[in-house]
């Protein structure tokens, strides 16, 4: 079983930035497309960023401008830059590899990591 494991949330203010980090204790990350998502108190999961393994990114209407999702093969680490934050931003984060035409994610949900982001 493949381990996710997020890192670098913080509590910041608004207009501030971050940088999140997943690894997997497994090489993972060229096997599909790697994805952020987050989860906000009494909502859904949602996705705000992916990377498909030939280069293209994708990110939710939301995040479009602020956020940059990227991968480091050498070190098998994804990371998540996010800029002008604002309390919007808010929520658990999380990353996943999905596979497959229904892009499954591929491996077990992580404990993410918290992003607060103070008005």
């Known amino acids: 079983q493949v381990l996710l494991m997020e890192s670098g949330g913080d509590l910041v203010q608004s207009g501030g930035s971050l940088r999140l980090s997943c690894t997997a204790s497994?090489?993972?990350?060229?096997?599909?497309?790697v994805a952020w998502y987050r989860q906000a108190p009494g909502k859904e999961r949602e996705q705000v960023a992916n990377?498909?393994?030939?280069?293209?990114?994708t990110y939710a209407d939301s995040v479009k401008g602020r956020f940059s999702i990227s991968r480091d093969d050498v070190t098998n680490t994804v990371y998540l830059q996010m800029n002008s934050l604002s309390p919007e931003d808010t929520a658990v984060y999380y990353c996943n590899v999905l596979v497959g035409p229904y892009d499954t994610p591929m491996a077990s949900w992580g404990q993410g990591t918290q992003v607060t982001v103070s008005s």
């Open positions: 497994r090489s993972i990350f060229r096997l599909g497309t």
């Open positions: 990377l498909a393994p030939g280069g293209i990114t």
